[in-house]
């Protein structure tokens, strides 16, 4: 009973080329995230939706678009990849109760994304 | 702004040795929330504990224990008896009600040697 998924694990591809990766979460949260992880292991917010509306839009490169069609999916395209986008990428779900309260964030296992 | 500061970034222990791992904090919010997250070998995130600002009493869960003090800003995990099996990196994080995004410390690679 995986809680966040996210396919693919892995994803090697050419400089240029879209690229999407998608994550599904059963938990019922209402929150879901997109974190990059580099190769130096730092991790960094991209984007959040809540009940998919965009709730955090980080400073990334406009080629990256998440998209939400529903509370439990949360999917990244990339647009003409580049060198630099090769990273892990995370997804994470959490419930925000309210204004005033933060739940934990559960992640996916991960997507390395390795741009040739 | 947010900060989270792990100032070691790696350690290296023998089994059963006791490890401290060090996380200091900076925010303006008055209620906030403080993580720790485990990154094993295999890469996945696995959480551990998550605490409010407003709780300071100490956790113990197993062999690991956090001390979170307000007074210095620091929310420091030990593991007692470490285990091979504890090597990994982990992850301080924390986030407020007004940015519920977490932000991460830079990690600390924990090695335990049999």
């Known amino acids: 009973d995986t809680a966040v998924s996210q396919t693919p694990k892995y994803l090697v591809t050419q400089m240029g080329n879209d690229k999407s990766i998608k994550c599904e979460q059963n938990?019922?949260?209402?929150?879901m995230y997109w974190y990059k992880q580099d190769s130096k292991k730092f991790l960094k917010i991209m984007f959040s939706y809540n009940n998919k509306e965009l709730i955090i839009n980080e400073t990334v490169p406009n080629r990256f678009s998440p998209k939400s069609p529903d509370k439990a999916h949360l999917n990244l395209h990339i647009n003409s990849l580049e060198l630099g986008d090769s990273a892990v990428y995370f997804c994470?779900?959490?419930?925000?109760?309210?204004?005033?309260?933060?739940?934990?964030?559960?992640f996916g296992p991960g997507t390395r994304l390795t741009v040739l | 702004a947010q900060k989270v500061t792990q100032a070691q970034t790696e350690i290296s222990v023998v089994e059963k040795e006791d490890v401290t791992l060090d996380c200091v904090y900076e925010?303006?919010?008055?209620?906030?929330?403080l993580f720790w997250y485990k990154q094993p070998p295999s890469g996945e995130l696995v959480f551990l504990i998550r605490r409010n600002s407003f709780d300071e009493q100490n956790e113990i869960s197993g062999r690991y224990s956090w001390n979170f003090q307000k007074s210095t800003s620091s929310f420091n995990f030990t593991i007692t008896a470490s285990q091979v099996v504890d090597s990994a990196v982990y992850f301080c994080?924390?986030?407020?009600?007004?940015?519920?995004?977490?932000?991460f410390g830079s990690g600390t690679r924990l090695q335990v040697q049999p």
């Open positions: 994080a924390l986030s407020g009600t007004g940015r519920r995004a977490l932000t």
């Open positions: 938990l019922g949260h209402d929150t």
């Open positions: 994470a779900s959490s419930q925000l109760k309210d204004t005033s309260s933060t739940d934990t964030q559960y």
């Open positions: 925010t303006r919010d008055t209620t906030y929330y």
